[in-house]
């Protein structure tokens, strides 16, 4: 049932996105009188289609859809979507018109502007969607996280490795000082940090860090876990520690003569006791106390932590969407930062670059309004920033060669555009089997 709904998200969420790119390139192409021969969400290969509003039964039901100037439908293969476009040399690699003369309505006839528009309209139109959905989620539920200042970190094997220690507070990756502590590891390897500024047992420390493992950084999550010190909330109902002497407020520090500054520490010390008693020792004010507790068959005490501090942050919809404008932007910059650590391979970022797979497991296991929104705004730049990338095969390309066009006065040749689609067709089918085969490397280990 997890992997349907999980799959369900995924093909939804693509499609919602890929529509909203292909209606950017639609729009302009019509605003500018170019003739779009095919709206179509997923691919119509081998000219199989699911819905068609030229032909089948649509066609049946509603005749007038044969005379439309635009054949709208549903391909059969799951994996993309296109808009084709009258007199432009794209992915479908149909070069029949270059043997007639232009025609007034074909793409390569308009003026450079114009045509630059219709190939920004995707990424355009992608932008937009991210702004609108990060607006509706801001003033829907406003923003909420554990604030980096007054926390510490728990470190996995990489972090200590590195010269982190459990009890840190990570004060600034060079002159960046990060406010999220969710995105610690992220703002690590983003920031091609060379120094971590430290705060450890009262003095700051500087740890000097190796850009060779930014790919290690980039492959291993859970580097930065929130340390959280084993603080009482309540006791709860029915526990075995009912009537124990502990109360709201008290924080275990030890557990049979063992340390334990942190709830991490605790639970292994607490499996090697399960259904024993043990001795506690609890802070309570100025005390230092010894309990007797009962640990369950499970390595629990049957108690409820105090939570972490959560920072919340509430918005109007006027203020949501300047926020939304500013959370979209620097999305954008930080999936830019991203793309440089794949593209420099002394990093193996690379190997974090998944596909569908990656994607689906980026979704919740259940159905989650915020969840999926965030998800998909997230998807959406970087669906916009990877179609920016100057690969003929992408809008990027296109793009490029327009704005050479627009400089120099000289337009590249059809015949010149149609070889370099090939080569970028060729890229892009690289990228797609790196993507898929460090899923599927990911998936073995």
Known sequence: MIAIIKTLQVILALSVLILVHELGHFTFAKLFGIRVDKFFLFFDAGGRKLLSTKTGWFSKIFPKGQKWETEYGIGWLPLGGYCKIAGIVDESMDTEYLQNEPKEWEFRTKPAWQRL?????????????????????????????????????????????????????????????????????VDLARQSATKAVVLREGDTLDIYIDHNRIGEVLNNPGMFDLARPFIIHSIAEGSVNSGSGLVSGDRIIGIDSVSVPFVQDAWPVLEQHLGETVAVDVVRAADTLSLPLQVDTTGRLGVFLASPEIKTREYSLASAIPAGFKKTFTSVGGYIKDLKLVFTPSTEAYKSVGSFIAIGQVFPESWDWYSFLSIIAMLSIMLAVMNLLPIPALDGGHIVFTIYEMITGRKPSDNFLYITQIIGMILIFGLMFLAFGNDIARLIR
């Open 117 to 185: 528009l219709v190939m920004a309209g995707g990424v355009l139109f992608n932008i937009i969607f991210a702004v609108v959905m990060y607006a509706a989620l801001l003033a829907g539920w406003g923003e909420s996280y554990i604030g980096n200042e007054g926390n510490s970190i728990y470190v996995n094997e990489l972090a200590y490795d590195m010269g982190f220690r459990n009890g840190d507070h990570i004060i600034s990756f060079d002159d960046y000082e990060p406010e999220n502590f969710a995105t610690l590891q």
